[in-house]
Each structure stands twice: as C-alpha cells, then as structure tokens.
C-alpha cells in the first residue's frame, strides 16, 4: 500500500477518534440531563465508530510492516 494511503487512513483514524470522544462527551451530558434516550443513542453511535477505529487500526498496522 502507498505511504499516502496509509497516511490518509492515519488521518481518518484521528478524526474518528475526535468524534467517539465528542459523542461520549455528549453522551455525558445527555445523562446529566435525565435525557437517558438521547445518551442511549449517543453512545450506541460512539461505540459502532469505535469498533470501525479498531478495525481501521488493525488494517493499518498490516499494511505498515
């Protein structure tokens, strides 16, 4: 794989690690507020990105060696 490809995978992992972290944070506050229903989603939608990360980490360190 090209370095820029894996550079670019790289760089979506970043900005989706960004948006899991803003959706708990948001999740957080969804709780604070009694608003259990929104936090359930919220966190649904962190966890699903989440996994994508961790799926998106393992392609990438296969293409790094």
Do not use: F
């Not at 999740?27 to 604070?32: G, T």
């Not at 649904?44 to 296969?62: G, H, K, P, T, W």
């Amino acid at each position: 794989m090209k370095q820029s490809t894996i550079e670019a995978l790289l760089r979506v992992y970043d900005r989706l690690d960004e948006i899991v972290e803003e959706l708990n944070s948001l999740s957080d506050d969804a709780v604070d507020s009694g608003d259990y229903e929104d936090a359930n989603l919220l966190q649904a939608r962190a966890d699903i990105l989440y996994q994508q990360m961790e799926n998106l980490e393992v392609v990438i360190a296969e293409y790094e060696e």
